[in-house]
């Protein structure tokens, strides 16, 4: 299993500004997973992480919204740029387990607040 | 691509009746299929796992579930409810050579009364 730490865990923001969530993995992992759980309803994948190299978005999501970063295989960022209330989230970090089992591993989650 | 569909955003239980969530997929490959709980203010946590092996998946706290290939399901089961099962449930699938990501379903939220 992996211990997956996220700051920060929860926040209130400005109506215009811009957030950068971290993610720190106890171990070595080739992908990271960003997901949004916005209020009452389920995970939707935001974009997936791989060190090294750019990050890959699902539909609807862009870079220039929620830029990433990956600088090496235990980090990884996820800024949610000129936020507005629909912006209010939990924005979860997730990476695979080892051995391909398909199972994901989840941080805690950022609940942020857009006022 | 693929989905599940959970049936029933919210279901009440008593403590100690059998709980039923339900969970159907589609997939073009065989899938991996998973369930997660997401305690009140908490992350998820994996509940259980189906990747080929026994169809009849055992996971923690007492909960099982059942790959129905026929029916493309992979409802959860519990004997007995416990109040401590209060949670919201997730139902999950992912390619089986795929890249690992998952596709959550919309999510039951299960209410045990005493």
């Known amino acids: 299993s992996a211990v997956i730490s996220q700051k920060p865990s929860r926040d209130i923001c400005q109506r215009g500004t811009s957030l950068t969530i971290q993610c720190q993995v106890d171990s070595q992992v080739t992908m990271m997973f960003w997901y949004r759980q916005q209020p009452g309803q389920s995970l939707t994948l935001i974009a997936t992480a791989n060190q090294g190299s750019e990050a890959t978005y699902e539909s609807g999501f862009v870079i220039d919204k929620f830029p990433i970063s990956r600088p090496n295989l235990t980090f990884s960022t996820l800024t949610v740029s000129n936020m507005s209330p629909e912006d209010s989230s939990i924005y979860l970090c997730s990476v695979a387990g080892n051995a391909n089992t398909g199972e994901l591993f989840f941080g805690e989650g950022s609940r942020l607040t857009v006022l | ?114």
């Open chain 2, 1 to 114: 691509a693929q989905s599940v569909t959970q049936l029933g955003s919210h279901v009440s239980v008593s403590e100690g009746a059998l709980v039923l969530l339900r969970c159907n997929y589609s997939s073009s490959v065989p899938p991996y299929l998973f369930w997660y709980v997401q305690y009140p203010n908490q992350g998820l946590q994996l509940l259980l796992k189906y990747t080929s092996a026994a169809t009849l998946v055992k996971g923690i706290n007492g909960f099982e579930a059942e790959f129905k290939k026929s029916e493309t399901s992979f409802h959860l089961t519990k004997p007995s409810a416990h109040m401590s099962d209060a949670a919201e449930y997730f139902c999950a699938v992912s390619e089986r050579h795929g890249t690992d990501k998952l596709i959550f379903g919309t999510g039951t939220r299960l209410q045990v009364f005493p």
